[in-house]
């Protein structure tokens, strides 16, 4: 089998207080999705968001998991794509997407033939996607880097200058609930999303990606006023519930990759936490 799954349900602020390393680990990081020749799911109670990783050393078809108990994987869904590895292709009901390193692209629900193909088997591609219900079918788009939408935050000053790059977002991509992007540090820079904020009407996970060996970044997470941290390692992801901060600071820069879904579309609508009242 090159397709494999695991669950994960959703979990309330009050039992996580309680959580000790090990359990926060086991609930919220997802340690190993990209593994050579394989498409590996996480199929989350959060919103029945699906965050994979697909690395073909041969070309891998999308297939079905059983938790949707549909005759094929974008039957009732969406789906998101950014390559987190060297170039490759994706074939979408026979319409081919050139996938340079960073470059996005947005499945519309329907899609029945997906097919992702390494340029270089030796070097494979790393397809990061996130996945959630649709029921509506929207066009199936690229966007490269240089296409997104370029939001310059922070300071050298105060270690958080990075650019968000929004690709799958309002104005360029339409979806019916889905918002990915990718967002860099740029050098001397640590942490990412500080000053951090919740969004209760919807869940995101992160996937961290461009640290160098031997480095690591630490994410927060919990409510405002409750925080843990969770050590995180190259090209892991983490999720995080709709109640909690999700935030990071690293040995070094980064690059992470953002994806979100619930109740609306508006990338702006946080509520950010005042740096001196986090606990
Ligand atoms: O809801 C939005 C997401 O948390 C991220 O887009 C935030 C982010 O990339 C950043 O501040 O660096
Ligand atoms: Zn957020």
Request: aromatic fraction near 10%.
């Amino acid at each position: 089998m090159k397709t494999s799954y695991t669950t994960r349900y959703a979990s309330s602020p009050k039992a996580v207080k309680k959580y000790d390393t090990q359990e926060l680990r086991d609930e919220f990081l997802i340690p190993d999705l990209m593994e050579p020749g394989k498409i590996k799911f996480t199929y989350t109670h959060y919103d029945r968001y699906i965050v994979g990783g697909i690395v073909p050393t041969s070309p891998l078809n999308l297939e079905t998991i059983d938790p949707l108990k549909a005759e094929f994987f974008l039957e009732r869904r969406e789906m998101g794509v950014i390559n987190a590895g060297p170039s490759g292709s994706i074939s979408v009901d026979g319409e081919v997407f050139k996938m340079n390193h960073k470059d996005a692209l947005y499945i519309g629900k329907g899609a029945k033939d997906v097919v992702f193909t390494s340029d270089d088997n030796a070097n494979p591609s790393k397809f990061y996607i996130n996945s959630s219900p649709a029921h509506k079918a929207y066009p199936t788009k690229h966007v490269s880097k240089e296409q997104a939408n370029k939001v310059e935050l922070g300071s050298l000053e105060t270690a958080n200058h990075r650019t968000v790059n929004q690709m799958i977002i309002g104005g360029i991509v339409t979806t019916c609930q889905l918002q990915m992007g990718m967002t860099e540090l740029k050098t001397g820079s640590v942490w990412n999303t500080m000053p951090a904020h919740v969004h209760d009407r919807r869940m995101e996970i992160y996937y961290y990606l461009d640290i160098p060996q031997d480095q690591a970044v630490c994410h927060f997470m919990g409510e405002p006023q409750e925080t843990r941290h969770i050590w995180m390692n190259n090209h892991q992801a983490v999720i995080s519930p709709p109640w909690s901060i999700h935030s990071g600071s690293g040995t070094s820069n980064y690059t992470f990759i953002w994806g979100m879904a619930g109740e609306n579309l508006d990338y702006n609508d946080m509520d950010v936490a005042k740096i001196t009242e986090l606990r």
